[in-house]
């Protein structure tokens, strides 16, 4: 059997950020995104006859929570361990048969078991990926865990919209729980290269206390549309659609906040 490809770092090692990101289900107002975006997915896998699905990146393993609860097979990997750890405490939470696995891009074909339906890519997960010779490998791995003519859905940042714009803040999230109050920042450094710096200054604090605060960051490349459709048709896709967010809203490459595909393996 190959060997995964060297696509991330390996299955149990550090993960930067999001080992660390304890505070990540508040930072995500979970029930507001569910409702928007689930919809929207859920009208794809529908019309493709999906049953058993693979979420890479699923990290604290919301949405593949949220897809066991409709009757769907869904298995979740993510390469940090800390992030499957909170995914199946979360699913010992909500009661659901969720299979989670450690597993990074490059090295689902090896752990997943493959001959899926679908497969997830959402939040802004995929620029990870910070070369091209790594992209190709991912979407290689993609394609291999699918049945013919399987679905893909991937979901990142417009990064065609960020860069013209040098756009390097996103919005304020807050979170509260009794006296505890949460503010998370986020933002971009532009370092002028092929990769950017990807920033979450995290604050806290108890009551009227004193503000606390750590600072995490991870490196992203910022793919823009026209080079991540050439790199999924090479890796043996076909457009279905491209949309602009996770609630099926038109493409707009100097205006969309996201950049949605739909594709299928040929």
Not at 3 to 8: G, K, L, N, T, W
Not at 80 to 86: C, D, F, H, K, L
Not at 120 to 133: D, K, R
């Amino acid at each position: 059997m190959n060997e995964p490809a060297s696509v991330s770092p390996s299955a149990g090692q550090a993960v930067p950020l999001y080992d660390g990101f304890a505070d990540y289900d508040r930072f995500v107002n979970w029930e507001r995104r569910l409702a928007v975006e689930l919809p929207f997915i859920e009208r794809q896998l529908v019309r493709s006859g999906v049953r058993r699905v693979l979420d890479v990146a699923c990290g604290t393993g919301k949405h593949a929570l949220a897809l066991a609860e409709r009757g769907y097979e869904v298995t979740g990997a993510d390469l940090s361990a800390p992030m499957i750890e909170r995914a199946r405490r979360n699913a010992t939470i909500q009661g659901r048969d969720v299979r989670f696995l450690v597993a990074g891009f490059g090295e689902l074909a090896v752990g997943s078991g493959g001959d899926f339906d679908a497969l997830l890519c959402l939040g802004n997960s995929l620029p990870h990926v910070l070369t091209a010779e790594a992209l190709g490998a991912t979407l290689a791995d993609f394609a291999q865990v699918l049945r013919p003519g399987g679905l893909l859905l991937l979901q990142t940042r417009n990064f065609d919209a960020v860069i013209a714009r040098q756009a390097r803040w996103m919005p304020l999230q807050h979170h509260r729980e009794g006296a505890r109050e949460w503010l998370f920042l986020r933002f971009y450094d532009l370092d002028g290269d092929d990769v950017l710096t990807f920033n979450v200054v995290t604050l806290e604090r108890t009551g009227e206390g004193a503000w606390q605060q750590r600072v995490e960051a991870t490196r992203l490349r910022p793919w823009q549309s026209a080079e991540l459709l050439g790199a999924v048709e090479e890796a043996g896709f076909a457009q279905v659609g491209q949309y602009g967010d996770v609630a099926g809203s038109p493409y707009e490459q100097q205006h969309s906040g996201n950049w949605i595909l739909v594709a299928r393996r040929v």
